[in-house]
């Protein structure tokens, strides 16, 4: 038996897991409601599961490419829904990206990067995120929500940009949204769109969950980092996003720092809750 | 749909270009002329393999999470990984041996080409040899002593006498402070930059030179080790002569050696002030100097 997600009137404030976060971090008392495990992770290393004796567990994936045109294995899917079903997560969420493609020799394998990267955003993509959502929906038991992801360029081909993009994906689909803020920074920079002007286009009705993460500029672009401290104009972010939804989860990703100092997650999570 | 929609062909491009710089270490004339074909920017997917080297990377952070910060905080950290990109490609063909493996590539990749002629990249520099440093005396077996314990020190001092370090020591010339960037710029030393910088980057890093300045790193007795069990590693900064001093101190040279080399040197230091200097910290027990008899 483990924590259990609980539906309250106030988001659950929650950190992705990593060997970053220090047992102090979890036996602070009414800091961390919840923690993001990575389907990854569990398939590196099952004994993650142990977490779920602490907290609530909500599972998050980077396998599934939801905007790629080459299916996931079979068995990648398989141990995805048993992941869901062993952590008692209450969703999963993935990228609205693509990892992998169809191998450059006919008879080669698909390649997979093994990393979510942002798609051609045309109707030929949303064609076929449609026809994954619909193909992995008849399979999982719990909502699926799709997570922007961030850009570095734009792709030659694309007929819209991002919010356009998100936008048109949430007519064609009922599918619920993560937003993840930094993501949403980081592209409205890189590109040259308002991100404020973005969330107005969303459905935010249907934000179910919030990412929040660090960013760094080089060689004249924004990129996610996620052991840097989320910058502000993402502060300003969440509270937008604040006064017109009312996610049920809030997830720090810190995941790549070495160490996240307990104080450090103190002043974030007073952060979010003075902006609830 | 339009006629200039190719998805799945773009995304297969993107995908092979990646693969093929990441994962076979290749950047050619070849792969830039496919990206063009498919109406993608080559620069663009090299500035991504750059960033997903250094995603990739992720677990050497532990190992040196000051220098991955100074190299985002001076905004190199692209371009490094980027080059770094088919040297790490290589090791992984090959297969690190051990994840100590994989540090040791990158810091030695680093320290190749970093230049210290320019500032940003200088002060990367300074900040991973303080890391590996502080990391190699913590590491080092009580066992591994470079020179006689201090028990055999008995006897008078003569010229003959060889003054050896009976403490762990580095030195190194630094032209920044590696502390005062981690105090300056980090959240509590843990290696994640403070929110204004991860922002605004470095700005003028002035306020870090330490021109001309010798640090001198010692590891502290084994009865001090901290909590975690981690030996305690303590940062000095000399003036250049103590560091001149220090540096003669190599268990071969007698005090009479020394002193020749010292008045070689009298006409470009101040030997007083470095005697000073010296005596200053083999006797307030920050070094402990002894010197083993002759016979």
Same mark, same amino acid.
């Given at each position: 038996m483990g924590a259990h997600f609980e539906c309250t009137d106030r988001p659950s404030i929650g950190l992705a897991w990593s060997t970053g976060v220090s047992p102090q971090i979890l036996s602070e008392p009414d800091l961390i409601d919840h923690l993001e495990i990575s389907f990854e992770q569990i398939v590196k290393s099952p004994?993650?599961?142990?977490?779920?004796?602490?907290?609530?567990?909500?599972?998050?994936?980077?396998?599934?490419?939801?905007?790629?045109?080459?299916?996931?294995?079979?068995?990648?899917?398989?141990?995805?829904?048993?992941?869901?079903?062993d952590t008692e997560t209450p969703w999963l969420g993935e990228?609205?990206?693509?990892?992998?493609?169809?191998?450059?020799?006919?008879?080669?394998?698909?390649?997979?990067?093994?990393?979510?990267?942002?798609?051609?955003?045309?109707?030929? +993509?949303? *064609?076929?995120?449609?026809?994954?959502? =619909?193909?992995l929906r008849s399979k999982l038991n719990v909502p699926l929500l799709? *997570?922007?992801?961030?850009?570095?360029?734009?792709?030659?081909?694309?007929?819209?940009?991002?919010?356009?993009?998100?936008? *048109?994906?949430?007519?064609?689909?009922?599918? =619920?949204?993560?937003?993840?803020?930094?993501?949403?920074?980081?592209?409205?920079?890189?590109?040259?769109?308002?991100?404020?002007?973005?969330?107005?286009?969303?459905?935010?009705?249907?934000?179910v969950e919030v990412h929040i993460s660090g960013a760094s500029r080089a060689e004249g672009k924004w990129w996610d980092n996620h052991a840097a401290a989320a910058p502000e104009p993402v502060f300003d972010l969440l509270e937008f996003l604040l006064k017109r939804s009312r996610p049920r989860a809030i997830t720090l990703e810190y995941n790549w720092a070495p160490s996240i100092p307990v104080s450090f997650m103190c002043e974030q999570v007073s952060r979010i809750r003075a902006s609830l | 749909m339009n006629q200039n929609e190719n998805a799945p062909t773009a995304h297969g491009m993107v995908v092979r270009i990646l693969s093929e710089i990441l994962d076979l270490g290749k950047v050619c004339s070849e792969l830039e002329q496919a990206a063009f074909d498919t109406g993608l920017d080559f620069? =663009?997917?090299?500035?991504?393999?750059?960033?997903?080297?250094?995603?990739?990377?992720?677990?050497?952070?532990?190992?040196?999470?000051?220098?991955?910060?100074?190299?985002?905080?001076?905004?190199?950290?692209?371009?490094?990984?980027?080059?770094?990109?088919?040297?790490?490609?290589?090791?992984?063909?090959?297969?690190? =041996?051990?994840?100590?493996?994989?540090?040791?590539?990158?810091?030695?990749?680093?320290?190749?080409?970093?230049?210290r002629l320019v500032p940003?990249?200088?002060?990367?520099?300074?900040?991973? +040899?303080?890391?590996?440093?502080?990391?190699?005396?913590?590491?080092?077996?009580?066992?591994?002593?470079?020179?006689?314990?201090?028990?055999?020190?008995?006897?008078?001092? +003569?010229?003959?006498?060889?003054?050896?370090?009976?403490?762990?020591?580095?030195?190194?010339?630094?032209?920044?402070?590696?502390?005062?960037?981690?105090?300056?710029?980090?959240?509590?030393?843990?290696?994640?930059?403070?929110?204004?910088?991860?922002l605004d980057g470095p700005g003028n890093l002035e306020h870090l030179e330490r021109r001309s300045r010798i640090f001198l790193w010692q590891r502290v007795d084994a009865q001090l080790a901290d909590k975690t069990g981690q030996m305690t590693v303590e940062t000095l900064e000399l003036d250049p002569q103590a560091g001149f001093l220090l540096n003669k101190l190599d268990g071969r040279r007698t005090v009479d050696d020394i002193a020749a080399d010292i008045s070689d040197e009298s006409s470009r230091c101040d030997v007083l002030n470095s005697l000073v200097e010296f005596y200053t910290y083999t006797t307030s027990q920050q070094l402990t100097v002894v010197y083993p008899c002759q016979g």
């Open positions: 004994k993650v599961l142990e977490l779920k004796k602490t907290r609530p567990i909500i599972l998050h994936c980077a396998s599934l490419s939801m905007a790629g045109f080459i299916d996931p294995p079979g068995k990648t899917i398989e141990n995805v829904l048993k992941a869901v079903a990228h609205l990206a693509f990892i992998s493609a169809a191998p450059h020799e006919e008879s080669g394998d698909p390649v997979n990067i093994g990393f979510t990267m942002s798609p051609q955003l045309n109707i030929q +993509t949303l *064609e076929r995120v449609s026809q994954n959502i =619909d193909g799709l *997570e922007n992801p961030p850009q570095y360029f734009s792709m030659r081909g694309s007929t819209m940009n991002m919010p356009e993009f998100v936008a *048109e994906m949430c007519r064609r689909n009922q599918v =619920d949204l993560l937003i993840d803020l930094t993501h949403l920074f980081i592209a409205a920079k890189n590109i040259g769109w308002n991100a404020f002007e973005a969330l107005e286009m969303w459905p935010l009705e249907r934000v | 620069r =663009d997917l090299a500035q991504l393999a750059g960033f997903l080297t250094q995603v990739r990377n992720t677990p050497v952070r532990q190992d040196i999470p000051w220098t991955f910060a100074a190299m985002q905080l001076c905004g190199v950290d692209l371009a490094l990984f980027r080059d770094y990109a088919p040297t790490f490609a290589a090791g992984r063909i090959r297969g690190f =041996d051990t994840p100590l493996g994989r540090t040791t590539t990158l810091t030695g990749f680093l320290l190749d080409r970093l230049d940003e990249q200088s002060l990367v520099h300074d900040v991973l +040899t303080h890391e590996m440093t502080v990391r190699e005396l913590r590491t080092i077996g009580n066992n591994d002593r470079p020179f006689p314990s201090a028990s055999s020190t008995e006897g008078a001092v +003569t010229g003959l006498s060889v003054p050896i370090l009976s403490d762990y020591v580095r030195l190194h010339q630094l032209d920044y402070d590696p502390i005062a960037f981690a105090r300056a710029y980090l959240i509590e030393g843990s290696g994640m930059l403070k929110p204004k910088y991860a």
